[in-house]
């Protein structure tokens, strides 16, 4: 576990925009350091421990990309067509050991060793075979259709840098390149609860004015999808003594704890008092909506993340801030999404000094040019603005809001997620 000092978090601003919470997150917390080397096949979605250098050359030898015949360019006739014999056949997986292309057409499959004295392929359906000799056509620029041995990469070269989020084709050059097994940092481990006394567990039976827990759910398996270990610790009643005692046994054995709800100054938002008796918090006021209320602290040398009680809210500082908070801790390189850039055909006014993400969808336009919609109802409570929408456009902090026409970029919640 990264044990971390009580101020870590420290920071004496007004409302921090999201970039200066990225750059403090990247500043102050250490990664966890335990790492484990695993097969190949049990590495989707870890975190490379360290760069991983390719073994041999990729490909490791000479080959065909094509079906045809190999032969010297030398032989070809400068001018016009050439026929030669043919002589040899050489499919994947046979050596070429002892067969020349000299004065001669070697029959070649695609991925087979290329002749020694071979440099050029002709593909199949550009020849034309007469009895024993093939026709070959003028044209043909030396090299073409040859892969030459590490075109793809050399022996030596880094397949994947340390901090990479390992995806199947990053495993696939890994296996390509010689490695049956890779070195990756430890999962993370997250603690999470909801708080509140108006929760209820998913599918139980509801007592007035008390309402389905749903930001837990949906936590958790963001969670998952980011590749971390979640321990599911329920519902933390608004008890700030009781809330203290519980967030203090979490911070052993986990490296982040993470809860929802009561981070405001609400009389009863408790966490603020919870995390204070049992560690040091430091509010962070994010420039974000939705989202303003999230808090950072430390609980016994474990960062601690409290979101909003809003799910919208919830979903949006999950994947904007905990997300690069969650890269960071588990070694990881975090990339910014760039969002693809869409025309509005809405309008919407917002306040400059924060970033806003306005839930919208898709659609074609009559001039078949993609255009995005606004969500008809804005609240940070309302969930189906995330399951009747395509995604989020985000808003810069300076914008004064949309016109309809503008371009704005647009995240799809499939890439987000």
Same mark, same amino acid.
């Given at each position: 576990m990264a044990q971390l000092t009580d101020d870590c978090f420290a920071f004496g601003g007004p409302l921090m925009t999201i970039e200066d919470a990225l750059g403090l997150i990247a500043e102050r917390l250490p990664p966890v350091e335990e790492c484990e080397t695993i097969a190949l096949a049990e590495a989707d979605g870890r975190i490379a421990a360290e760069d991983v250098v390719a073994l041999i050359d990729l490909p490791p030898f000479r080959n065909s990309a094509v079906d045809g015949y190999a032969v010297r360019f030398d032989d070809l006739a400068p001018d016009g067509d050439t026929c030669l014999p043919s002589r040899g056949r050489l499919a994947a997986g046979a050596s070429a050991e002892g067969v020349s292309a000299r004065g001669a057409a070697v029959? *070649?499959? +695609?991925?087979? /060793? !290329? /002749?020694? $004295? #071979? &440099? +050029?392929?002709? !593909?199949?359906?550009?020849?034309? =075979?007469?009895?024993?000799?093939?026709?070959? @056509?003028?044209? %043909?620029?030396r090299g073409a259709n040859a892969r030459p041995a590490g075109e793809d990469l050399g022996r030596g070269a880094v397949a994947i840098p340390a901090g990479q989020r390992l995806a199947p084709q990053n495993l696939a050059l890994a296996a390509a390149t010689g490695h049956g097994r890779i070195r990756v940092r430890r999962r993370l481990r997250v603690a999470l609860f909801s708080t509140g006394d108006e929760l209820g567990e998913p599918g139980g039976p509801l007592r007035p004015g008390a309402i389905? &827990?749903?930001?837990?759910? !949906? %936590?958790?398996?963001?969670?998952?999808? %980011?590749?971390? $270990?979640?321990? &599911?610790?329920? *519902?933390?009643?608004?008890?700030?003594?009781?809330?203290?005692?519980?967030?203090?046994? #979490?911070?052993?054995g986990h490296d982040l *704890?993470? +809860?929802?709800?009561?981070?405001?100054t609400g009389e009863e938002d408790h966490v603020k008092a919870a995390v204070e008796a049992a560690g040091r918090l430091v509010f962070w006021?994010? #420039? *974000?909506? /939705?989202?303003? @209320?999230?808090?950072?602290?430390? =609980?016994?040398?474990? @960062?601690?993340?409290? %979101? /909003?009680?809003?799910p919208v809210a919830v979903y949006v500082t999950l994947l904007f801030v905990v997300r690069p908070l969650l890269a960071r801790l588990g070694g990881g390189t975090y990339a910014r999404p760039l969002g693809v850039p869409v025309r509005a055909a809405f309008a919407y006014r917002k306040k400059t000094g924060r970033r806003e993400f306005v839930r919208v969808s898709l659609r074609r336009a009559a001039d078949g040019s993609v255009e995005a919609v606004k969500y008809p109802r804005d609240g940070a409570g309302v969930i189906t603005s995330l399951t009747g929408s395509d995604g989020l456009a985000e808003l810069a902090d300076e914008s004064r809001g949309v016109s309809d026409g503008d371009t704005i970029l647009f995240h799809p919640h499939a890439t987000l997620l």
């Open positions: 029959r *070649i499959f +695609t991925g087979a /060793p !290329m /002749p020694d $004295d #071979a &440099d +050029t392929v002709f !593909m199949q359906e550009d020849v034309r =075979i007469e009895g024993e000799a093939v026709l070959l @056509p003028a044209g %043909l620029k389905h &827990d749903s930001n837990r759910v !949906m %936590l958790g398996a963001l969670l998952r999808r %980011l590749g971390v $270990d979640v321990s &599911d610790l329920g *519902i933390l009643r608004d008890e700030a003594r009781c809330l203290a005692e519980r967030l203090a046994e #979490a911070a052993a *704890i993470l +809860t929802s709800g009561g981070v405001s006021r994010l #420039a *974000i909506k /939705p989202g303003r @209320p999230v808090a950072m602290g430390v =609980i016994g040398g474990t @960062p601690f993340c409290g %979101l /909003p009680g809003n």
